[in-house]
């Protein structure tokens, strides 16, 4: 006589990833788009707030931040092909917004908004990611984006102390 199992078997691990709990391919392409605007705007800002006049320290900044939005768009762009899909080319309208605000440590603050918004929705996401190379990825921008926020928020508290 044979024994029968007390529990099937177990499949989750061939289960679909929205299945799972996971964004599925199109949420995540949706979001890494939205992303990939935001970043391409925050990059636009950085490189002309870089070129104005300022405090070398914000103009060092202005550099930083737009060489990561740069590297992030990047990044962004790769995966959103690797998902066998094609990178937005818009702005984000938060360049016009940004670029409006005249007194550079007005447009830094406006700007660190911007980085927090995107901090969010990579905190939002990042859960949701099964791909463990993207997971990767967007951690390592998110890490990048706290640096900057931080770097920004010190930037600004020096800017208020000399005022």
């Known amino acids: 006589m044979t024994a029968e199992p007390a529990s099937p078997v177990c499949y ?41 006049d300022g405090p070398a320290s914000y103009l060092s900044l ?12 990047a990044m962004l762009s790769r995966q959103i092909k690797r998902l066998g899909a094609t990178p937005s080319r818009k702005t984000g309208t938060f360049k016009e917004k940004a670029l409006a605000i005249s007194d550079p440590a007005e447009r830094l603050a406006f700007l660190n908004r911007g980085q927090s918004w995107v901090v969010r929705k990579l905190e939002a996401l990042q859960p949701r990611i099964r791909d463990d190379t993207l997971h990767r990825d967007l951690r390592e921008m998110l890490d990048s984006h706290r640096a900057n926020i931080a770097q920004a928020e010190s930037e600004l508290a020096s800017h208020e102390s000399k005022a």
């Not at 949420?27 to 990939?36: G, H, M, P, Q």
């Not at 202005?62 to 768009?73: F, G, L, N, S």
């Open 12 to 52: 989750a691990a061939e289960a679909d990833d929205v299945y799972m709990g996971y964004a599925g391919r199109e949420e995540i392409v949706t979001a890494l788009n939205e992303l990939l605007e935001a970043e391409r705007a925050g990059a636009k800002v950085a490189l002309v707030s870089s070129k104005s």
């Open 62 to 73: 202005m550099r930083q931040v737009r060489a990561d939005e740069a590297k992030w768009c």
